[in-house]
Nanobody, 116 residues
Framework: VQLVESGGGLVQEGGSLRLSCAASGSICTFNGVGWYRQAPGKQREVIAVVFRDNTTDYADDVKGRFIISRDNAKNTVYLQMNRMKPEDTAIYYC???????????WGQGTQVTVSS
């Protein structure tokens, strides 16, 4: 399974972006699909996950601003990012996996830059 992210770019503080993670195969049997980000000089961190039962989980610093969703018919997972901040600047990756894991497969990443 290949994952391809898209939708990154430059946005002003307070603006919005929607990232897409398109899978080459079905995501229905994935245990979960998550969005991760890595800022310069920092470790990669998980920011949002949607599980097979459609439950979601968010990192504290994006909770209330970002929304993760999945469209099984399109084999795509989205990350709607609202009220963006300069500290959201990072390379964003999606990853998915079969049980018991959720990170067997990774995309190549997409750059998101938030200007102040």
């Amino acid at each position: 399974v290949q994952l391809v992210e898209s939708g990154g770019g430059l946005v002003q503080e307070g603006g919005s972006l929607r990232l897409s993670c398109a899978a080459s195969g079905s995501i229905c049997t994935f245990n979960g699909v998550g969005w991760y980000r890595q800022a310069p000089g920092k470790q990669r961190e998980v920011i949002a996950v949607v599980f097979r039962d459609n439950t979601t989980d968010y990192a504290d610093d994006v909770k209330g601003r970002f929304i993760i969703s999945r469209d099984n018919a399109k084999n795509t997972v989205y990350l709607q990012m609202n009220r963006m901040k300069p500290e959201d600047t990072a390379i964003y990756y999606c990853a998915g996996g079969y049980p018991p894991g959720i990170r067997n497969y990774w995309g190549q990443g997409t750059q998101v830059t938030v200007s102040s």
